[in-house]
């Protein structure tokens, strides 16, 4: 019998878990919720999920799902994971996982004390081009990384999608630093102190849509970390993570179109990076997509008690931290220690 699971927040972006959670054996949606009634019947109609409803509490109470996958925004987390810790065995919560320390330190909390599992849907690590980066830093390719760049500038209009984002504040260290510094800690270990710059560079938005982070590592190396959503760049590579890591012994990169080369020595060697299309997706957005894939599949193995699932809520905790660092760095103009 399938792992029974409930999802809640039925908006832009859970009809992606929703495709991802029906292509995957052993796991099964049912019940979806929304505080809007309207748009929690449209996913059970589009999805064919027997039950919906406006309040997650009574949802909960009655179908006692084995997993609540939390795809809401950000304000709303804590009280949702407080709830799910006490009816589920597995609750997945979408990113940003937290606005504070507090609440995210009182989820993971929340879920110790009922021995739930929390994950935090980070699902950029799980991005296929990251996922060859990483094997070949694990198979030694490069020998000990020194130096990385991970760059996310774009042009892409998010805010036809995700209206919200227009309004925030810090809105690319909240919005993709923290992918950005998810990702630079999987492949570069914790980080120990660092500098950041904001910048408005859409007259039309609130906050800061571009920043730029130096990140010095516990192992001495160090990362520079940059992002943008008002660049002007043809072909324009979103939703793409470019990267250089460079090692002792070689270089990695990963270049827009999905070029992966291996510098070692005098030789180059060339693969092509591209996660195919799920049936359900479309470009640009397949790269996040089949991430999204790779993430949820983790979700069976957890519920069978094969471990957990990457990155829990309390590794996160490390990447908020570096993102309130990251806020707290480019306002004061002070450097960070962690
Ligand atoms: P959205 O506003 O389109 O959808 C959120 C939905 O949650 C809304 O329909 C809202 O009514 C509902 N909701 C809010 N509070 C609720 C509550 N207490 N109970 C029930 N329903 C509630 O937002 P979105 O663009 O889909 O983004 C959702 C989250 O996904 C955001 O945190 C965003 O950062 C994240 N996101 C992640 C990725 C990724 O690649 N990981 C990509 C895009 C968005
Ligand atoms: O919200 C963002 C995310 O997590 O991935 C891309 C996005 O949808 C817009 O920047």
């Known amino acids: 019998m399938a792992f029974r699971g409930v999802l809640i927040g039925c908006g832009f972006f859970a009809r992606n878990h929703m495709a991802a ?14 505080r809007d009634a309207e748009k929690a019947r449209a996913y059970a109609r589009d999805f064919g999920i027997p039950h919906w ?28 994971v407080e709830l799910a810790a006490g009816q589920a065995r597995l609750v997945i919560c979408q990113k940003p996982f937290a606005e504070t320390m507090e609440d995210a330190r009182a989820m993971v909390a929340a879920c110790a004390a009922t ?37 996310f500038r774009h042009g892409y209009d998010i805010y036809a999608n995700q209206p919200y984002l227009a309004e925030v504040r810090d809105l690319a260290l909240t919005d993709i630093g ?5 990702m630079v800690r999987h492949l570069m270990g914790d980080v ?19 920043f730029q982070a130096l990140l010095r590592h516990g192992s001495g190396a160090v990362s520079s970390v940059e992002c943008s959503f008002h660049s002007q760049l043809s072909p324009d590579p979103f939703p793409q993570s470019l990267l250089v ?9 990963v270049a827009e179109g999905f070029r992966l ?23 640009p957005w397949h790269l996040i ?12 193995a957890a519920l069978e008690g094969r471990g957990g699932m990457e990155p829990s809520g309390a590794h996160n905790l490390g990447t908020l931290e570096l993102v309130l660092a990251a806020i707290r760095a480019a306002d004061e103009g002070v450097v960070v220690r962690l």
Not at 122 to 144: M, S, Y
Not at 245 to 252: N, P, S, W
Not at 289 to 300: C, G, K, Y
């Open 245 to 253: 890591v460079e090692g002792d012994a070689g270089t990695i990169e």
């Open 21 to 34: 959670w029906a292509d995957l054996p052993g796991v099964e949606i049912v019940a979806v919720c929304d």
């Open 115 to 151: 021995g739930a599992i929390l994950a935090v849907h980070e699902n950029f690590r799980w991005q296929r081009p990251i996922r060859e980066v990483k094997a070949l830093l694990e198979q030694g390719a490069i020998g000990a990384p020194r130096w990385l760049r991970l760059s």
């Open 178 to 182: 923290l992918h950005l510094f998810d």
């Open 261 to 283: 080369r291996l510098h070692r020595g005098d030789r180059v060697e060339a693969r092509a990076v591209e996660p195919d299309c799920p049936t359900w997706g479309a470009r």
């Open 289 to 300: 997509q089949e991430s999204v894939l790779a993430f949820q599949r983790q979700a069976v």
């Open 192 to 210: 120990e102190r660092l500098s950041c710059e904001v910048q408005r560079r859409n007259p039309r938005v609130a906050g800061f849509d571009a």
């Open 53 to 80: 409803g406006v309040d997650a509490e009574a949802l909960l109470a009655e179908l006692r799902p084995d997993f609540v996958d939390i795809a809401t925004t950000v304000g709303s987390h804590r009280a949702l």
